[in-house]
């Protein structure tokens, strides 16, 4: 039987070293580069974990890594059932075997999908990135490899590596539509088809496997997701007790996009339905719904931690191709989405990020805290047409900024041209043009 095993897993290693890697669409990730630490690529259920693996190899061949030190290898494979822990040594012998020049000379990178399928996987790779001169990248579809468990059950020797469904700037080279010029500088003509793609990105999202999808399977494909993470990630890791509460929370959660959560409305709302759940239970199934990537949630912007505990919270999906799919009327709320996809662009941007809510009552959808320091307070509104509209979306910002005069208002909204007479010192941007990063510009 280990024989048999041994075979196979050679007969994977050289399929692994020969496998030409797939021209994919690149994803825009920040990869931490720090020595003794191996990568674990996290982020929901088909979001594009394996093919940033891919990704991440054809980056080494393009540095020039041997193609030979590159090894792909995924232990989804029906020959290999049974396969344990203790037999995972196999797998480094027998490629330092097949390549004895390797050892010790040269650094190997190792691509460790579905990995979670062998128990005790954890000890391998500890041991052979302290033993040999190795690099390891891993990533799987268990609810511990998709969670941030992965860096304790590793002991501090993995880094997180997120990975978001496409935002709007790989979602438009996917398509072959990505633009060379900033908004400002296209012509009206592309303009418009940019403006039309960027209507469609928050519509149907960016979920790589729905952009090959046909219009009448997006939302059963979305849906499927949502179910799967519910039932993988959350209902049978957590042993969840009250499934018919936890759905009825999702399609709270996404069916508001973009909206502040009150679990004790919550918990009124399901006792009207002869639903018996505790508060902290609805507490804990939003953390499950975070922690499985399906959600994020977004706290009250203050320096008192009492503050940011007793105020609510406002949820958002993953991807802005979810709220479709479970408003009530059956279409995308194009304001909700566009907060979504901004909220989502913030993260990638590595923003430190809460919504304000003004001692005027006022509320300013985030307050982003930037790496570099730089500080903006941001109002987000699909259509700025009306006077109404523009008057309280400006008035907000200039009530939120008498109290944190270093933070820079910006106005986003989908218009492609600015609205007229802003007050003083508030800025305004094309939402699809701050998507793609074009420079704001001089005040």
């Given at each position: 039987m280990e024989g048999e095993l041994k075979a196979v897993i050679q007969d994977k290693i050289i399929e692994g070293l020969s496998a030409l890697v797939p021209a994919l669409t690149r994803r825009e990730v920040y990869l931490p580069s720090i020595p003794g630490k191996s990568l674990a690529v996290i982020g929901m259920r088909r979001s594009g974990k394996t093919t940033f693996l891919w990704q991440c190899m054809a980056d080494q061949?393009?540095?020039?890594?041997?193609?030979?030190?590159?090894?792909?290898?995924?232990?989804?494979?029906?020959?290999?059932?049974?396969?344990?822990?203790?037999?995972?040594?196999?797998?480094?012998?027998?490629?330092?075997?097949?390549?004895?020049?390797?050892?010790?000379?040269?650094?190997?990178?190792?691509?460790?999908?579905?990995?979670?399928?062998?128990?005790?996987?954890?000890?391998?790779?500890?041991?052979?990135?302290?033993?040999?001169?190795?690099?390891?990248?891993?990533?799987?579809?268990?609810?511990?490899?998709?969670?941030?468990?992965?860096?304790?059950?590793?002991?501090?020797?993995?880094?997180?590596?997120?990975?978001?469904?496409?935002?709007?700037?790989?979602?438009?080279?996917?398509?072959?539509?990505?633009?060379?010029?900033?908004?400002?500088?296209?012509?009206?003509?592309?303009?418009?088809?940019?403006?039309?793609?960027?209507?469609?990105?928050?519509?149907?999202?960016g979920f790589p496997e729905v952009q090959k999808a046909v219009e009448r399977d997006r939302d059963a494909l979305l849906r499927s997701y949502v179910d799967v993470a519910m039932l993988r990630d959350v209902i049978e890791r957590h042993s969840v007790s009250n499934p018919t509460a936890l759905r009825w929370l999702v399609r709270q959660l996404l069916g508001n996009a973009a909206g502040t959560f009150s679990a004790q409305k919550f918990f009124d709302t399901l006792k009207s339905q002869g639903i018996a759940v505790a508060k902290d239970t609805v507490h804990a199934y939003v953390g499950h719904l975070e922690d499985a990537f399906l959600i994020r949630t977004v706290c009250m912007h203050s320096g008192s931690e009492r503050q940011r505990m007793v105020n609510p919270r406002k949820a958002y999906p993953v991807d802005p191709g979810l709220i479709r799919v479970f408003d009530r009327t059956r279409r995308t709320n194009i304001g909700h989405a566009l907060e979504t996809a901004v909220l989502l662009e913030l993260e990638r941007r590595g923003a430190s990020i809460g919504y304000l809510r003004t001692a005027s009552g006022y509320e300013v959808d985030f307050h982003a805290d930037y790496p570099d320091g730089t500080l903006q307070l941001i109002q987000v509104c699909a259509d700025l047409s009306s006077k109404e509209t523009l008057e309280r979306e400006t008035r907000a910002l200039t009530d939120a900024q008498a109290a944190h005069p270093q933070a820079v208002p910006l106005l986003l909204s989908m218009d492609a041209l600015p609205p007229p007479a802003l007050p003083p010192g508030i800025r305004w941007q094309a939402a699809a043009a701050w998507l793609l990063g074009d420079p704001l510009a001089t005040a």
């Open positions: 061949l393009a540095a020039g890594a041997p193609r030979e030190s590159l090894l792909y290898f995924n232990f989804e494979d029906d020959r290999l059932a049974g396969l344990a822990a203790k037999d995972l040594h196999h797998l480094i012998e027998i490629y330092f075997q097949l390549h004895p020049g390797f050892r010790d000379k040269k650094t190997v990178r190792l691509y460790l999908d579905e990995i979670q399928l062998v128990s005790g996987w954890e000890s391998f790779v500890r041991r052979v990135m302290d033993s040999e001169k190795v690099e390891v990248m891993l990533t799987g579809s268990s609810a511990r490899l998709l969670s941030r468990e992965i860096a304790t059950s590793m002991r501090g020797r993995a880094l997180e590596v997120l990975v978001h469904p496409f935002n709007f700037r790989e979602y438009l080279a996917h398509r072959d539509a990505a633009v060379s010029q900033p908004f400002s500088k296209l012509t009206k003509a592309a303009k418009s088809t940019l403006l039309r793609h960027f209507d469609d990105y928050l519509s149907q999202g």
